[in-house]
């Protein structure tokens, strides 16, 4: 697939050679080091001297390479960004070798641009739609985010531009898609009051599109309004130079309204999280950006709603959650993964026996996008020799024991990893959930009071749970007793074929229970052993 390239110039391959692979695949120390000492057997087999290879780290300063080299001129090819030729031609310059680059040639109209695995699935899924076995989706949050994007442009289409049928949204790993937006019903308008106070708005809707997961939010419409108050007498935006746009992202009909604490939302707010928020306002300055609108003074308020998301609700878990009077707007990554269990797994033990096969011997295992966060900005792992296990952590277990891991780490949030110590090993919420029990259970065993152990059994999540068990001073006698029964459920699961060792966390507490052997297996991944 032309564009997905993954140069291994380190490895002594050079730079006009590529592997052309999807999904996309970054090498490891490990199998980086395996290919240099690849090249230096090739060398010596050839008669040629291993002295005479040079290898490139990458993020080293390109000088450093040439000032080994000593060369005349240097030949590059124009490789773009990637392939980092403008830092090689003004290492040169700087060192005066002279350079002599080949131009890249133009690039046919039928080329299709993507710049992340995301948008590469979805252009194959449009195009190709048997490829794949099952077809991604689009989060709530990152609908909302391409609606307000397409009335940001229909409030600032001055000059009555063709209006295009998708619009650019960069999602939270800072790679951008094209979504598909409804035609435009709403001409925008302005409504003047008797004061000199107006109101310049539009709305535009996007049809939510889960893909092949059962979601029940699937074909439902995500609508954002935009709305930019104004006087007569405002002065005009040049006059007023603000350092940057003014944007309030809040909840209208059919988003859901927080009553109960636990959800690391503030109560009365809009059910709209945190990282759908900050892509909805991100993607709205940056539309405002490339129409050129300048800095302004003046709020411009983003309202989200969902005509019939109350009725949608109330066949989800909101009620229970204290989220009323409609749905939430999610999404962590922005792309919602198609949910067929089977292929799922497959993938799963797919990735541990590629990595199995390339020498790594403790399986790191973390179920969703929390865990591998952590993992990678407060443990710092590297991510390459993770699995994402999803909710299939016995699944997972299992196929450790297959493929041969004598050890494995499992670092999740405590959402989903507490509910090993009932036993669950498929943590989706449709399966089996005992959060509330298992806190409740271990806080009357270790002498909480009965007022404690009815709020712990209406709490809406792990955090709401820890902070009662704070309330009443025995965190950490629970917590130590949960371990303990995780353990035991884990070893039970495992029954002797392999070690296990875990960490979980959650985002406002942190470390909330760590096995005694999980540092040990943190520190042979960074140096992967």
Request: glycine share 8%; hydrophobic share 40%.
């Amino acid at each position: 697939i032309p564009g997905i390239m993954e140069h291994i110039e380190r490895a002594g391959v050079h730079s006009g050679d590529s592997i052309a692979v999807y999904p996309p695949y970054n090498l490891n120390d490990m199998m980086t080091e395996k290919i240099v000492d690849s090249s230096r057997k090739l060398a010596r087999e050839q008669g040629f001297s291993e002295k005479n290879l040079y290898y490139y780290t990458p993020g080293e300063d390109e000088q450093v390479l040439m000032k080994q080299l000593h060369p005349e001129a240097i030949l590059l090819k124009e490789s773009g960004i990637s392939g980092g030729f403008c830092e090689k031609v003004e290492a040169a310059r700087q060192l005066g070798i002279r350079i002599f680059a080949i131009c890249r040639p133009k690039t046919s109209d039928k080329f299709i641009c993507v710049n992340g695995e995301h948008g590469l699935r979805r252009i194959i899924e449009k195009h190709l739609p048997d490829f794949f076995p099952l077809r991604s989706g689009l989060t709530t949050g990152t609908c909302a985010a391409a609606a307000a994007v397409a009335a940001t442009w229909d409030v600032f289409n001055i000059y009555f531009k063709k209006r295009p049928a998708e619009f650019p949204v960069v999602l939270p790993n800072g790679e951008t898609i094209q979504v598909p937006v409804e035609p435009q019903h709403h001409i925008p308008h302005s409504d003047l009051l008797e004061n000199g106070d107006g109101m310049f708005e539009t709305s535009a809707p996007v049809i939510k599109d889960a893909g092949d997961d059962p979601d029940i939010t699937n074909g439902m419409k995500v609508v954002a309004n935009i709305a930019i108050p104004f006087r007569i007498d405002d002065p005009l935006p040049e006059d007023t130079p603000q350092d940057d746009y003014n944007i309030i992202v809040c909840g209208g009909e059919g988003v859901g309204v927080v009553t109960m604490p636990g959800l690391g939302l503030e109560l009365g707010s809009s059910a709209i999280n945190d990282t759908p928020r900050e892509m909805i306002k991100k993607n709205v300055k940056l539309c405002l950006e490339r129409l050129h609108i300048a800095k302004q003074p003046n709020p411009i308020l983003i309202t989200i709603s969902i005509p019939g998301g109350e009725e949608i609700a109330k066949r989800t878990f909101n009620p229970r959650l204290g989220i009323v009077g409609g749905i939430s707007i999610l999404g962590t990554s922005g792309i919602v993964e198609p949910m067929s269990e089977k292929a799922l797994v497959d993938t799963i033990c797919l990735e541990m026996d590629s990595l199995y096969a390339a020498g790594q011997r403790v399986a790191f295992l973390c179920p969703g996008n929390y865990g591998a966060d952590f993992a990678r900005e407060t443990l710092e792992l590297d991510l390459e020799c993770a699995v994402k296990c999803s909710n299939y952590i016995g699944e997972a277990f299992d196929h450790a024991v297959v493929c041969g891991y004598p050890e494995i780490l499992l670092v999740g949030h405590a959402g989903k990893l507490v509910k090993l110590a009932a036993g669950v090993m498929n943590t989706h919420s449709s399966v089996a959930d005992a959060r509330q029990e298992i806190f409740t259970a271990h806080a009357a065993l270790c002498g909480a009071g009965r007022e404690t152990l009815e709020l712990l059994m209406q709490a809406v999540s792990v955090d709401a749970c820890i902070e009662l068990l704070d309330r009443e001073g025995v965190r950490e006698s629970v917590m130590a007793r949960i371990q303990d029964e995780m353990e035991k459920r884990i070893a039970r699961r495992l029954k002797g074929r392999a070690a296990a060792e875990f960490i979980m966390f959650t985002t406002k507490y942190g470390v909330l229970a760590q096995s005694a052997g999980a540092a040990r297996l943190c520190e042979k991944l960074r140096k992967n052993l």
